[in-house]
């Protein structure tokens, strides 16, 4: 990740990003109690962060799981055939079964993930995307995930916070068309007044907060966070893809303890076959040094680590499909 005119931040803005990214449509007036900072402040520095572009938006974090979707993902190593790979990002993002996907440098350059209701539609998706562009792929890998423990960006103020659970048992919660239509308003502004959804509906302010308030405790709705723009903070985004030598419960038990204390971690996830974690750190000697303290600390149950540098990292369309489901 190429560095250009990194921005600095001060305390307070440390403070209001990973306030943000904890619940994003936390009311000013108690974000400003917590930065030490007027309402005023607050909303000005929020409208500057936005400006800046270090802000790109105001997102709601959904769990396909408890919508009736198991996510599997799909790593490629790809052949240096420009338009073929043009291509394949364009199909990627236009399929409507692909939600989340990153082009990365390392062991691989291409890792995506696709939602199914079952294993026999993944694997027909699969084989589309593979027997289409198989002329670029020189080699692929396939994972179920299993759950992620999605940190606040503790990495701003350096303080360690309990992590939102994403993933986990599959649940087919029935949705109607209003829950539908609040959740297609605030997937990429989650941020929008209660009374401005309830308008756009022709409701009420008290049904649409009920509304709400369910899809949290149905655990559809996980989280209201903000995406960030690491490259103008001078900040680098690397995968850990971890294969294990041995993984008993009390492994994962102080494996998961020990990432869940760094402040760099992102996300812990957990595959079928893998755990991954997710750093945000100022450079690759950091990264490095994580690995290596990481690797020490539990010589007997890491097999090996493979890593990648995520040269981006984007939510695709096919996430609001879901949404229109």
């Known amino acids: 990740m190429v ?68 996510i599997y993902k799909i790593y490629l190593k790809l052949r240096n055939i420009p338009e073929e790979k043009k291509r394949l990002f364009e199909h990627l993002k236009s399929s409507g079964k692909v939600y989340w996907m990153g082009e990365c440098s390392g062991t691989w350059d291409l890792i995506f993930g696709i939602f199914a209701k079952n294993d026999y539609e993944f694997f027909e998706e699969k084989n589309q995307i593979i027997s289409e562009f198989n002329r670029i792929i020189v080699e692929e890998e396939g994972q179920i995930l299993l759950d992620v423990k999605q940190f606040p960006k503790m990495y701003f103020t350096k303080q360690i916070a309990d992590p939102s659970l994403f993933g986990g048992e599959v649940d087919n919660n029935e949705l109607d068309k209003i829950d539908y239509v609040i959740l297609g308003e605030i997937v990429n502004n989650a941020r929008t007044p209660i009374v401005e959804l309830a308008a756009k509906l022709k409701s009420t302010a008290i049904i649409i907060k009920g509304r709400m308030k369910r899809l949290e405790q149905k655990e559809i709705v996980i989280q209201y966070r903000i995406g960030v723009d690491l490259n103008k903070l001078g900040l680098e985004l690397y995968k850990a893809i971890i294969k294990l030598d041995r993984y008993t419960k009390e492994d994962e038990k102080k494996i998961f303890s020990y990432l869940s204390r760094l402040p760099n971690v992102q996300y812990i996830i957990r595959n079928l076959w893998s755990i991954e974690p997710e750093f945000v750190v100022d450079s690759y000697q950091e990264y490095y040094k994580l690995i290596e303290d990481l690797k020490k600390e539990f010589p007997q149950v890491i097999r090996t680590v493979d890593s990648v540098l995520m040269i981006t990292d984007e939510w695709t369309p096919g996430f609001r499909n879901l949404l229109a489901s």
């Open 3 to 70: 560095e250009i005119n990194r921005i600095k931040l001060d305390k307070a803005d440390r403070i209001i990003l990973t306030e943000l990214d904890k619940n994003s449509r936390i009311p000013s007036t108690i974000l400003a109690r917590k930065a030490n900072k007027s309402r005023q402040a607050v909303d000005y520095r929020i409208n500057q962060l936005v400006k800046e572009g270090i802000i790109m938006g105001f997102q709601t974090s959904f769990n396909p799981h408890k919508m009736g979707y198991k």
